[in-house]
Nanobody
Framework: QVQLVESGGGLVQAGDSLRLSCAASGRTFSGNAMGLGWFRQSPGKEREFVAGISWTGPASRTYYADSVKGRFTISRDNAKNTVYLQMNSLKPEDTAVYYC?????????????????WGQGTQVTVSS
């Protein structure tokens, strides 16, 4: 079992930055298939993929939704079992609850059905 705890959300103004953290505990990540992802959900909308990264291999192997590409950066610290999401140039449309998730199988990082473990979410609100 893996537990994921997000932190770092808050209320900011458009153009500001935030860094979200996702701390993992429980069963140690293992296996080359393990991946972490960030998803978000706004009121009245479906949950959507934001960014993904593999737990092993090149840390540069990252994936982003088109809507955040160039503004958000996902990274990992294997020693701390933590994944980060650096969010710059935030826009009001980035307002959502952000979730961290972990998967143990290969596949598209944006496929939510592949993720077995989810955090409780952290609220990000961007005012205009």
């Amino acid at each position: 079992q893996v537990q994921l705890v997000e932190s770092g959300g808050g209320l900011v103004q458009a153009g500001d930055s935030l860094r979200l953290s996702c701390a993992a505990s429980g069963r140690t990540f293992s296996g080359n298939a393990m991946g972490l992802g960030w998803f978000r959900q706004s009121p009245g909308k479906e949950r959507e993929f934001v960014a993904g990264i593999s737990w092993t291999g090149p840390a540069s192997r990252t994936y982003y939704a088109d809507s955040v590409k160039g503004r958000f950066t996902i990274s990992r610290d294997n020693a701390k079992n933590t994944v980060y999401l650096q969010m710059n140039s935030l826009k009001p449309e980035d307002t959502a609850v952000y979730y961290c998730a972990a998967r143990q199988v290969y596949g598209s990082p944006s496929d939510m059905t592949l993720y077995d473990y989810w955090g409780q979410g952290t609220q990000v609100t961007v005012s205009s």
